[in-house]
Every structure is written in C-alpha cells, then in structure tokens.
C-alpha cells in the first residue's frame, strides 16, 4: 500500500520540539529520519544517536543531501522563513513549527517568493490535530449542531516562559494566543473583525516588557459567528485547552485530558480527578504524531496542506489586530488578504 | 381539583422521622396534621407547635379522634404492628415506617389480622421515592434499555449506629439491606433466590453483637436477573447511594447528589466536587416528600399502595433469607409466600 | 428566635415571576402574605385563593393598609420607579425585581428621591442566591483559589421571547445580560471598562428590532480583572447558565443542572444525561427561596440589603455601556456614579 | 542506561493477540524480535513481514534458534504447558498469556516440572498494567484509603464469542471470570472463600453448551475483604470495564474510557460521551506495552515476574471454585495450595 521506500526527511533544531519530531519521525512507518541539523551539534548528535539518524551542523548540509523529500522546521522562529525559502528552492516539502516569523511585512515578503513553489508548505498548528478537537470540527462540519454560532476556547499555560524568552516571543498574542487564533480559523475560515483587551494580573516581569498576562480575544466571522479566546500566562491546575462550538441545535464541548480515568472520593471531597497533563508536549502528545500523520500523507497524495503557510499568514494577521484592538481599544476590521 | 378539605392524618412518633413527616405533613396542600402523639410528650408538644397541631401522649386518643383519615407510624418498630392492626380496624389508611416488625412470625399474624381489611396501608420505603432511582424504574419499565439482565446497588451508611441502636435492630440484614432488597424488588418483583456474605471489617462492637459490618448479597429474580447489593456500615465519603441497572440495550445509572454543582480545580486535584449528602435525612428529603403524595394520591383514588404491606412482608422475608445464606454459606430458594 | 408575629407583605403583580413569588410567600414561616395586587384582577384573584390572600386592583389599597412591613414589586418594568418610590415614602421595605427602569435618566432620578430612605431596598437579582453561584462567591471570598483573575459567564435563554415581549425589552443588554453584569459584579465590584459585540445569528425578528440576539461583553475590574460574558436568545439543550472564577491558585466552577443524576449508557453514547432545567423558574426555584430569606433576614436585623438599588443602578450603567461599545466598537471606559 | 544488544526475542502465534505483541514487540527499544512460529505460515509470514522477523513453522525451530533471550506465547491455550516447558528448559524467559491451562490437574503437573526453574515466567493478565487500575492498586498500596475494605469489579464484553470459541473456552470462569479473579487477587491476594451465581439472560447457544452468560463472584480475603465481580457476555455500550476499591478512609474508582474527551449537549441529551472502546485490543492497548516494558525489566534485572506463573495458578483455582460454587449452590473454602 505504501510506497517502495519510505519518505526521507530532515530536521532542523534539536530542543524541545525538535525532539518531539525526531521521536515521532524515527517511529513513523513511511519515513525515514535521515538528519538532525542544528548549530548546537552535540544537541544534534545525541538526538540523532537516539533516533538513527545523522548529526550536521550547518543547514547547507541538509540541503546538499541527495535524495531528501522533506524538511521538518523546527529550529527558532528567526531561522523560518530563510529556511522555508530554501527548502522550496530545493523542492522540498516544509512542514514549519508556528510562527513562520513575528514580522508580519518579513512573512508577506516569503509569501511573496513562495508564490510559484508546488511543493507541500505545512503550518505546525499542532492542536487542530488533537483528537477531541479535530472530532468536534468534523461532527461541527457533518452538521452534528446546526449552524454555527459561538466558538469559547479557553487556554492557559501552566506558568509564564522566563523572562529572556517573553522578551523576543513577540508579545502574547503572537506567542499563544496564535494558536487559539488558528482554532478559531479551524471553526470559522474567514474572520472580519478583531476585538481584543489585555491585562496585568500577576507577573511584573511580563508588565515591565509591555506585554499582557491575560487577554480575551473576541472575533467575528463573516456569518455573524463569535468566537471568544481567553489566555492566561499560567493556571494552577496545569495546562488548561479546552473548546466549546456552540450551534442552532446544539453544543460540543472538550474538555480536558488527565492520565487515567481514576476519581477520588474522600471526606473532604468526592469524585476528584488528577492532575491535567502539565504542557504541550504531553497534552499534544498524539497530536504530534497524527499532524505528521497528515504531512506524510499530503506528501504521497499531493493533496493541499492544511493547516497551510496561508494559515499562518492569516493567524499572524489576527495577532497584529488582537494588539492593535487591545492597545487602541477598538475593533479592528480585517481586509481580506490580497 | 382536590377534595372540598384536606385529609386529616395523625402522626405516632416525634423522633428523627417523625419531624420529618411532621414539617412535609405540616407544608403539604392537601393535608391537616391534626394530631402528634408520643409517649415523651414534651417532643411531640414541640414539634405540635411547629407544625400547628396537638401534641397527645396516648395512641388511645388518636383513635378516638373522629374524623380523622389516615394515621403515619414513625414510632419505634415494636409498636408498629399493633398501632397499623389498630388504625386498620377504625378504617384509617396507614403509611407505617419499614420495617413492620423484626419477626416474619408477628408479621404475618399482622398480615392475617389485615387479611380483610380494605384500607390502604402503605410500607415507608421512601427510596422508591427518590426522584433518581424511581427515574431509572420508569425508564426501564418503558423498555429503555430492553431487558432487564442485572442490577447493581451500592448503599453504605456514612457510620454506624450507636451500639444500643445495633443491638436492638434486628441485623444488618433486617435493619440497613432491607432497603435495598425493597429495591431490588421495585426492578424485580419476584426473587427466587437468596446468596448473601457477611464479613467484620472495622467495628469490635458490631462483630461482639454477632451482626456483620460489611455485607454483599447477591438475588435471583424468576427470569435470571442478578442482582448484586454491596453494603458498609461506613463511608469516609458520607452516604453512599447508587445503583445501576444493565440491560439487553442499555444502562441507566443514578449516582450521589452533591448540595450544588460546584466543582473544583487546583494543583492536587480536579473536578473535585462537595462532600455528599451527609445522611437518609438530607439525600432523600425530595423522596420523604414524594412518598406523602403517592399516600394521599392513594386514598384519594383507592387505587394500591406501593409499596404495599405485601411488599413489607416480601423485604423481611428476603432479609431473614440472606442472614441464613450468610450464616450458612448456602443460597436460600425462596418458596412463594401463601 | 423570630419575631411574635410574621412579617406583613403585600405584592405587585401575578404573572409569572409574581406567581414564583407568591408561593414562596405563602410557604415563608415568618411571613403573612396579606395582598396581591393587580389591574388585572381575576388573575390576582386566582393567586390569592390558593395563597390565603387578598386580591385588590389599585396599587392605592396595598398602600392604605395598615400594618404591612413590605412589598414585593413584580409588576411590569414601567412600574417599579413609582411603586419604589411610593413604598420607601411609606416605608415599606422594597423588594423589587429588576430592572429598575429601562431609562437610566429616569432611575437616577428614583435615586434621587431615595437618597434620604432608610427602608430596606433590595433588587431581585436572584442569580446571587442560586446555591452554587453563591457557594463559589463565598470560596472565591474565602480566598481558596488566591487571587481573582478571570471569570467566565455563559447564559443562554432557551429560545428568544416573543416580537412583542422584544419590542419593549430595552433590548438584549437591558433585559438579558443585565443579569450576567450583575452576576459580574457580585465578583468584581468595580468594573472600570466594557467592551462588547453584538451579532444577528439566527431571529430576523430581533435583527428587524436593531437588537442583536447573540453578544459577548467583556469587563475590566479595577484591579486588573476580566470578565466575559457569552450570551444567546436561543439554547438547543436548554437553559445554559455556568460560570467559572479562574484564580491565582485554581478554579472554581458552576455547571448547569439536570432534574436527576441519572446517565444513560447505550449503543450511540454515554453517560447522557437527562435534559437541563427548561427555564429560570425551574433553574432558579432555590434562589427565589433564598432571595426570600434574604430579604426577610435584613429587615428584620436592619443590615443593608445585597443587592441593593445601588447594584441595581451599577448593572443598568453597565447594559448601557455594553450596548454603546457593542454599536461603536469602542471600550467604553466607566466613571464613577456620583 | 540500557545493554549493548536489546533482548532478543520469538513469539508463538500470529493470530489477534500476537499480532498485538508483534507490533509491541517490534516498536520496543530494548527489544528485538526475532522469529514468529505459527503453524499457519502465511499468518506467521505476513506479520513477520510487518515487523521485520523472520517465519517459522515449527516450534523447534525456535528452540534451536541461538542466542534467543525470551519467548512470548500467544498461541492457543491447548499450546502453552508444552510451550512453557520446552522455553523454561532452553532458559528462555517466559510471557505466556492466560490460562496456562483449562485443566488445573494439566496445570499443576506443569507448575510440578518447573519447581527447579530459575528463568522469569510472566502471565499475561495484561489488565493489571492497564494505566487506571495500575494506579489504584498503588494509590491503595500507599495507604490513600486507609485500608482496603470493599472491591467492586464490573466486566463486561460487547458480545459473546462465536458458539465454537465458547466451547472449547472452558466456560465463563476460566475464560473470561479469570481476568477478574486476577485483578481482585492485585487487590487482595490472599482469597480464602468464593461464592458464585450464574445465570442464563440472552444466549440459548451458551445455555445449550451448559455454560452461563451471566455470573457474580463474591470473594473474601484473608483478612475479610469482600470482592464482588459482576460478568455479562454482552454490553450494549461496548466494553465494560469498571473497578472501585473501598477503604476505611475512601474510595477509588477508574471508569470506561473513551476516544476522546468530546461531550454533546442536544435536545435530547446532556454531556453525552462518545461510545466506549470497542473491545480489549483497544482498551488495553497502553496495558499490553506496559506489560511488555515489565517483562524486559524482570528479565533485565532479574527480579521476580508479576503476575507470576503462580498468579496465574491461583487464578484458575478461583475459577474451578466459582464454577463449583454456582453449580452447588454453596460457598467454597479455598485451601492454601502447597
């Protein structure tokens, strides 16, 4: 069924989310792990140890290599856009980690020189691959509630980033919020208009670098839907992602995961459950493997992306006018993207 | 709608249950609490008071009360056999308390006593009553989940009962399960068989009594249903009151009431709920309520009680069954009662 | 422990809220409903017989007569300002549901002429009684999830009221979200920011009208809070009434009601619960109850009433700024009511 | 961390369950498998294929097989004793799924033939590595419920095998009663008493086999623990699969799983899940790696196996008891096995 040989790709960055991909890339049964690059080489080549593959440090490596079909980004955001232009001068298809880059005039730009590429560009939102919530936007799709009115997702982080990496994360809603704004699109494609408040509730830090802690996003679609996004920098209860799409006839509601099904009951409480799995890489954890499922498999097909480089163009967008409402305090109208 | 005045009931017993009846008495449309009478007069002058009636120390001047249609017995269980032969003889319906007597032997003199009695007597077994369990009834009554194959009844007390109390209440068995066996009767009238466990966990005092603190008891019904009663004379978690019942298409399952739907989110734990219903007293307030308007329903419609003496009679039976069953390590046939 | 005799109460109007009321009169110990007032006379007749009291048609007649201690005021909205004002100059203590008035020029002049009353007055925001949203207010007090950050309020009606009751609703902020505001100041006192947006989804009835039949509003406390409110004229699966107090150390939260706990298991899906509540009479039975103490606990200790007229004018300003922004797409920032 | 070279492994039987273990097997780091024996050699061949081993017919060819670590049996239960010998004498380490034998004279001679052996023999009762019951059993072990009173098993397949497999499957008790009576003893080990009923619901092909579809097992532990297991042949709702353990300070409990955590709220329905897992395949899909990774580890550090060949002894002791015990109507006193 699948073809001769497995798919032969590479990845670039080795941290956190680079070994997520190497980890899922050296299990996938079409593909084939060849390289891990990454400047900091000793990362790479421990990672590439774990996973069969090979360590280079320079990017030119990877695209010098014979016979790759793709490349997995998943080094830091200012590296994306030179190597996304790369791999699709060498007709390699992308699969990005989000943002494709803070700067929305740089983002414009590499769309701009991608406009004749046909190979595959995928966006890593990875939560529209999450289980429950790619159920909800199928049954939401079959028609399972109706027509669509109000979209709630709420998503918390157990606690803010450090300092060093809020400073250049591009503020809130270019750095988390971005996700709930590509879920949002999930539901509802074509969003008009952008309201957006932020606050300061409990961390000085994030205040003294003129960023929010907290914000509520509201969004409307072209059809009337609303769609609300509430952020918290941190939750105590761990990482809260949770959605509800709410229609004519109907809701559908995810909620969030723990590791088993055991409750507790006790004289100080009843029916408690356990802690919520702490973070992405836990939460996400099959979301990871089914967004590399889709990736592979729009390579055999040449079938379109999705979510596309389009995508993250479009949820970069929503960002900027998420800050720009919240500081002006004003919707902001969106212009379809020419 | 309702008759040109209220039916006019007396009430024997001041204690725990006699307040309760005595207020849903007191707040019910279509009844007069006329009379309380108790042996400690002093309580029954005060609960009198309360609720608008007069307090009498004598049973005597009940039954000479003219005009009076039904009686309720909530005195202790000794005298219920002679105050329900008594009411029935003046003609006042009777909703007694369960059980009617600890010996099958002086209930079924009673039953013979009543044998030609047309009144209405009704047994107290108010979790028929409870707004849950009789839900699940009627819907497996509908056909909702096809046919009936098994039933699961979990009912542990919050703590036992002072040693005086347990020394006198006839048993496990014919005490706390007899609840339950009612139950299992309200889903499967006819029980054939009786296997029953009994096991001394925690309580030095209950085990010197010879009586058990921990017992299950499994029952036949006539068409293969099994039926499974866990009980405990303790529960950290206050008062343990579910069941569930299993058919050829479905499963109905009613589980614990918590005082409001406030569920809690922290670092230890989530969805943690409130502590249940501490006791009978509270969980089954809405079924004592309930209970009172299928009396009245009955007498003023002459339709049967239920549950019914016959179904007093069949509970005793099927907990004299289980305590031989336990004793014996043998399952119990039940021969029809004659 | 109560006073010799009940509290003297007279009531305005017996529709549908005045009904609810009525009942909880008649049931209240320490309260004597003596009369029910209504033009509509056979109606406030019909009340009166099954609650021991008298009907008149003049509001004059409730204010001739002699010894009552308060009136409940659920006669139409354009009454409550002269009826308020009426029974503070009689001093009589006030419970009146909300709104005050549409008109906010017209309800500060109320404030006006009651700026010298002692009398209690007490606004009928019920939703602060109801037992969960109350108890998660009390544990937000309590401190137990730290410091507050957000809350999360979704309600939703069943299905919009008719083109007539629409018409002369002050539109959906006045009428519908006038309730979440105040449940949002029940939390966060001191709102400094509204920002909203309003959407036309499904009745052209409402849209024909210029009011919107979905809205989500957002409001910043004084002290960095956010508040969102999530709103629908219609609900497939009922009435849709939650709300979550997310704090510094954990989460509160309150789920929408079934008449039972029964779950139902079966081929298509499980744990299903029953049907919510149908509408606020069913959902909020208790907290009409517990307004009822309220009320009757402060005039008898003297102690200021919650919520009082002042929470009823805070929440009018409120609704008046939501639909200002929801118009301009401007935060409205608020200024202190002198 | 681990041994230069991964353990190397055969597996007997290529049917649903060696399937499982292949896939198992072939993705497990420290783990190489190395042969798959079935005497259906197309089967045998088109698994090897998958997971990269090589096919053999003949058990002997896995025997003469140099440098094997371990074998894992998942042929059928007619195989296993042979198996298990011929492994145990070549100092294979042993993983053999249940039962050993239908037969306990058949088992104990094999049990005879082992006392000398040193290799690790692990039984495949899979459901005690399953993440939920897992954690109980260690949250009891810690003490959380203070001590262990009560054990309430609910399990139930969606349909009953085909009239072949039930004939040959040694009837309810030792087929399927026997991974319950393996989990209660995970709770209580030490089981000195069964008592058993059974019963004929739905299947006239199981009743004319002389088997019941239908059974409950209460057993009591040394120290007066009672377990209660309730079986069907059938679940309309899928796979049951239910625990609650009951201590003097609280309960566990570990529910069904679901794919997702998606509920729908209509009409008709509240907070409606989604169907269970169909079957044990998929519901103990984590369970059967988690008891993979604990057969590497036994035979990597040498320490005992868990659940041993004397767990599964044990086991089918329980089972011949509950049989005895539902056929003659009594409880059966279980002796220590020498």
């Known amino acids: 069924m699948t073809s001769p ?120 939102f990875n939560r529209r691959f999450d289980p ?45 919020t971005i996700h709930d704004l590509d879920m949002a699109r999930f539901f509802v494609e074509d969003i008009v208009e952008v309201t957006a408040v932020g606050s300061n509730q409990f961390s000085s830090d994030i205040e003294e670098l003129g960023d929010y802690d907290s914000v509520v996003v509201t969004l409307r679609g072209s059809r009337g839907e609303l769609i609300t996004i509430t952020n918290s920098r941190h939750c105590a209860y761990g990482y809260d992602q949770r959605l509800e799409a709410f229609g004519s006839e109907g809701m559908l509601e995810a909620k969030n995961i723990t590791p088993t099904t055991v409750r507790k009951y006790g004289a100080s409480g009843t029916a408690e459950g356990e802690a919520y799995m702490p973070f992405f890489l836990e939460r996400y954890a099959q979301a990871y493997k089914a967004e590399l499922d889709a990736f592979a498999m729009a390579i055999r097909s040449g079938t379109p992306c999705s979510p596309s ?5 479009a949820a970069l967008v929503l960002a900027d006018a998420a800050l720009e409402s919240a500081r002006t305090g004003k919707t902001v109208k969106l212009k379809p993207i020419a």
């Open 132 to 176: 429950s919530f790619a159920s909800i936007n199928a049954r939401v799709e079959a028609g399972e509630i109706g027509s669509l009115e109000q979209v709630t997702i709420i998503s918390r982080d157990p606690a803010p980033a450090p300092r060093d990496y809020i400073e250049t994360s591009g503020g809130i809603f270019r750095d988390m």
């Open 309 to 313: 480089f389009e995508d993250g163009v």
């Open 5 to 124: 040989r497995p798919l032969r790709m590479a990845l670039f960055g080795s941290g956190r989310i680079g070994q997520v991909h190497a980890r899922n890339l050296a299990a996938h049964p079409d593909i084939e792990l060849v390289l891990i690059a990454d400047p900091f080489i000793d990362a790479a080549r421990k990672l590439a140890e774990q996973t069969g593959a090979r360590a280079v440090q320079d990017p030119d490596e990877v695209f010098a290599e014979p016979g790759l079909d793709a490349v997995i980004i998943g080094s830091p955001t200012s590296t994306h856009v030179d190597l996304i232009t790369r791999a699709a001068a060498h007709g390699l298809a992308v699969l990005c980690e989000k943002p494709i880059d803070l700067d929305l005039a740089t983002v414009m730009e590499c769309r701009d020189k991608l406009k004749d590429t046909t190979v595959p560009i995928m966006l890593g």
